[in-house]
C-alpha cells in the first residue's frame, strides 16, 4: 500500500520577517518546519480582485461548501477508480496524473453515471459466470441434462429436478414418492453429483408439481427450472463471449473517464483551496496585502508535529483576538471565536484537526 501523505498549507504575512520580504519570509517559513517533519514548497496564488468586506465575507462561506464538494468528489473518483483496478495500488498511482488544464462540465455525474453502467455489466458477467462455475443449486444445467432424462410435451405429465445436498440424498430417496400425491414411483433418477450436492430427475403429475416444489424447499432442497432448448450450450457461451467483451470495452472506457476526472477533480479542488487561502488571507491579514504562502508535504503523524512547531513561532499573530491560558499559549479551543470564524467561512475542519482554529491561515488536507 502507498504511503500516506498529508499536506499543509500556509500562508502568513510577509511580516515574519524582519525585512518584511517574500523571499526571506518564505525563507522563514522553510526553516520553522525542521526537514525531518515534512518539505517546504511554495505555492503560489495569483493577484485576485478584492472586493468589499461583506463580499469577502459570503466568498468565503461559500468558498468552504465548494472546497467540500470537490473533496467529496475526489474522494468518490478515487474509490471508483481503486474499484475498477482492483485495489492495485501500484496500478492505481500510474493512473492518478493532474491534468494542467481541466475542463470539466460535470465529474460526479460522469463518473456515477460510467461506474452504474460498468458495475451493471460486471454483474452480469459474474452471475453469468457462476451459472458456468457454481454448485447444482445454481449453476446452468444446459451442458449437464441429457434430454433422455425428460419427458417433455405431455400433457399431464412432467420431469422436475431437484438438487439435494448430499447428506440428504438418501432421505430423498426414501420420501420423495409420499411428498405429495401422484409421483411416479421409482422415477428419481441421478443425473451428476458435485461436492455439495447430487441433481435428480423426478417425474410427476403436473397438478401436483407446485406442491411438490414447496415441500422440496421446505426440506432444503432446491427444485430447478429447467427445459431443454435445442443448442443451449451455445447460446449461453454465446452470451458469455458478448458480455466479457461488454465488460471490457466498458472497463477501458471508465479506466480512461476515472483517470481523467480524478486529475481534473483534484485540479479545481486546488484551485478552490487557493482562493479560499487568499480570500481568508485578505480578512485575517487585511490590506495592503502582503503575504507568503506555502505548501508543507508531510505524513498524518509528522504533520502534528510540523503544526506543533508553526504553532509555536506564529501563534503571536492571533493577537488578543485569541483566547490564551495562565502561560500566554494561544488556546486550541475557543468556543465564541469558533463561532465568529465559523460564520465567516473561515477555517473548518480544514482549518485544523478537529475543527480547530489556528493564529494564521490553515488548511490541512490529503488526496485519496
Not at 118 to 144: A, D, E, F, H
Request: glycine residues 6%; contains cysteine; proline residues 4%.
Amino acid at each position: 500500500m502507498s504511503k500516506s501523505v498529508k499536506y499543509l498549507l500556509v500562508s502568513l504575512p510577509t511580516s515574519i520577517s524582519a525585512s518584511d520580504d517574500n523571499d526571506e519570509a518564505f525563507a522563514a517559513l522553510s526553516t520553522t518546519v525542521p526537514k525531518d517533519y515534512g518539505a517546504v514548497c511554495r505555492f503560489r496564488i495569483p493577484e485576485f480582485k478584492i472586493g468589499t468586506l461583506d463580499a469577502l465575507v459570503q466568498q468565503a462561506d461559500e468558498l468552504a461548501k465548494l472546497g467540500s464538494a470537490c473533496e467529496g468528489v475526489v474522494s468518490k473518483v478515487a474509490d471508483s477508480l481503486g474499484n475498477i483496478l482492483d485495489g492495485d495500488e501500484s496500478k492505481i498511482s500510474q493512473q492518478k496524473t493532474v491534468n494542467d488544464r481541466p475542463e470539466i462540465v460535470s465529474i460526479d455525474g460522469d463518473v456515477k453515471s460510467k461506474q452504474t453502467q460498468y458495475t451493471q455489466v460486471r454483474t452480469s458477467l459474474i452471475t453469468l459466470q457462476r451459472k458456468q462455475t457454481g454448485n447444482l443449486s445454481t449453476r446452468s444445467l444446459t451442458p449437464l441434462v441429457d434430454p433422455s432424462f425428460l419427458i417433455q410435451d405431455s400433457e399431464y405429465i412432467e420431469t422436475l429436478l431437484v438438487a439435494v445436498p448430499n447428506p440428504l440424498s438418501k432421505e430423498f430417496l426414501k420420501s420423495y414418492e409420499t411428498l405429495v400425491p401422484m409421483v411416479v414411483p421409482r422415477s428419481a433418477a441421478r443425473i451428476t453429483s458435485d461436492q455439495e450436492y447430487t441433481l435428480f430427475a423426478v417425474t410427476i403429475f403436473k397438478k401436483h408439481s407446485q406442491e411438490f416444489v414447496h415441500k422440496c424447499r421446505e426440506r432444503k432442497w432446491t427444485p430447478r427450472e429447467y427445459k431443454y432448448v435445442e443448442g443451449g450450450m451455445e447460446a449461453e457461451q454465446k452470451e458469455v463471449d458478448h458480455v466479457t467483451r461488454d465488460e471490457q470495452k466498458l472497463w477501458g472506457e471508465a479506466l480512461r473517464l476515472f483517470r481523467t476526472a480524478w486529475g481534473e477533480s483534484v485540479m479545481i479542488w486546488m484551485h478552490v483551496l487557493a482562493l479560499r487561502v487568499f480570500v481568508e488571507t485578505v480578512l485575517r491579514y487585511g490590506l495592503p496585502l502582503k503575504f507568503v504562502c506555502g505548501v508543507i508535504t508531510s505524513t498524518p503523524k509528522l504533520a502534528k508535529k510540523a503544526k506543533f512547531s508553526l504553532d509555536s513561532t506564529y501563534s503571536y499573530l492571533g493577537g488578543n483576538a485569541f483566547g490564551r491560558d495562565k502561560k500566554g499559549r494561544i488556546k486550541t479551543k475557543d468556543d465564541s471565536l469558533s463561532s465568529d470564524m465559523a460564520a465567516m467561512g473561515i477555517g473548518g475542519v480544514h482549518g485544523g484537526e478537529d475543527g480547530e482554529y489556528t493564529a494564521y491561515v490553515y488548511y490541512e488536507f490529503e488526496i485519496s
